[in-house]
């Protein structure tokens, strides 16, 4: 019977003492992929380490993120000393940005469930930065739209009419305005007139963030996202410039990277940018919303230096992509109106204007 008492002793002693000694411990999260695409996939673990000076009930609850698509999970058991917990989830990334890696907290429960108390565990954690949606779907006619103007180019490009390169065959799909009569007279088939192509240097591509809406955000940084990877495929330089900073174009893997981890942190600012003035023989892209008057003028005087410029209207905050259908959508917002009064001036200056409405796809025309 005595040592009964003693155990019913030592047992009520450690639900005295037990909470208040168990001082704390540590928590490590990690990801074996800390960067990614939204739509792909990453494990993500947890390793907690907690000392019990007495026998207990320990309860670790893991809390979710719905950005990571990691749900809330939970991990108990009864332990004495020191206890060791591991738990693992795969993260689905759903949403571009930079994500904090969920952190546990941690309940201690005596053995007789007399007191409970919570655990404090300093958190060593990290982050996934989730770049924005890749589009290959893209129409070609859109790459080849920003490769216009500028030195010759030998495979891609946009074909310029003031240079004449002579003569080919007839393929399926050719215009019957490009029809060469006297070379067909004289080959006997078809034949049709070719021109060489040019292309650009680089492109450099504003995003006008000021008052945007985050929908309008998403859309721009996967478009942006899906046009720098396409056109870096074709080895032009690729920057991206924004109110809060600028890259200026380069290539290469470590670039682009950087590139696509800007476009991840993408965010909101009061008013917009400086358009950026930009290096000399390169496409300037300018994606706006409300196309201020701020906007507009940065294009132009942007002009000066650029190659071409493209000015992307997007007056609802969106695109459709690929896949989605919209519907018809009427009347003019306050930036097309004001597209509308600086048209003339804009053609002149050779700001090619581009507007995308609620049912109209990523089409280019030039």
């Known amino acids: 019977m005595s040592w009964l008492l003693l155990l019913a002793a030592a047992l009520l002693l450690s639900a005295l003492v037990m909470p208040a000694a168990a001082g704390g411990g540590s928590q490590r999260v990690s990801a074996d992929r800390e960067r990614g695409f939204v739509g792909r996939e990453s494990t993500v673990r947890l390793r907690a380490e907690f000392f019990l000076p007495a026998p207990a009930y320990w309860r670790l609850e893991w809390r979710g993120e719905h950005n990571l698509g990691l749900s809330p999970a939970v991990k108990s058991g009864f332990g004495w000393g020191g206890v060791v917990v591991e ?11 930079v994500h904090a890696l969920p952190r546990a907290r941690l309940f201690v429960r005596d053995a007789l469930g007399l007191r409970s108390s919570e655990v404090r565990l300093t958190a060593k954690g990290g982050a996934i930065t989730v770049y924005p949606r890749i589009w290959r779907q893209l129409p070609p006619d859109l790459a080849l739209t920003l490769l216009a103007e500028g030195p010759q180019a030998r495979q891609l490009g946009l074909e310029d009419a003031s240079r004449y390169r002579g003569t080919r065959e007839y393929h399926p799909g050719d215009s019957l305005k490009r029809i060469h009569w006297k070379a067909t007279a004289h080959h006997d088939r078809l034949m049709v007139r070719e021109f060489s192509w040019v292309r650009a240097t680089g492109v450099w591509i504003y ?43 380069a290539r290469g893997d470590d670039a682009m990277r950087a590139l696509l981890a800007e476009l991840a942190r ?69 930036g097309m109106e004001r597209l509308q009064q600086k048209r003339s001036l804009l053609a002149a200056a050779g700001v090619y204007v581009h507007v995308f409405r609620g049912n109209e796809g990523v089409l280019f025309r030039r």
């Open 87 to 97: 738990m693992s989830a795969t993260a689905v990334l759903r949403r571009r940005g």
């Open 207 to 249: 995003i006008d963030s000021g008052g945007a809406s985050q929908v309008y955000l998403d859309h721009v940084a996967e478009l942006s996202a899906s046009l720098a990877l396409r056109l870096a495929e074709q080895g032009l330089a690729v920057g991206l410039s924004w109110a809060g900073g600028s890259r200026s174009p």
């Open 266 to 334: 993408l965010d909101a600012v009061a008013k917009p940018g400086k358009v950026p003035l930009p290096p000399a023989g390169v496409n300037l892209l300018v994606l706006t919303q409300e196309a201020p008057l701020d906007v507009i003028e940065g294009a132009l005087a942007a002009r000066a230096r650029a190659a071409r410029v493209h000015l992307l209207l997007f007056p609802e905050g969106f695109f459709l992509r690929p896949g989605e259908t919209g519907r018809p959508v009427w009347g003019k917002t306050k």
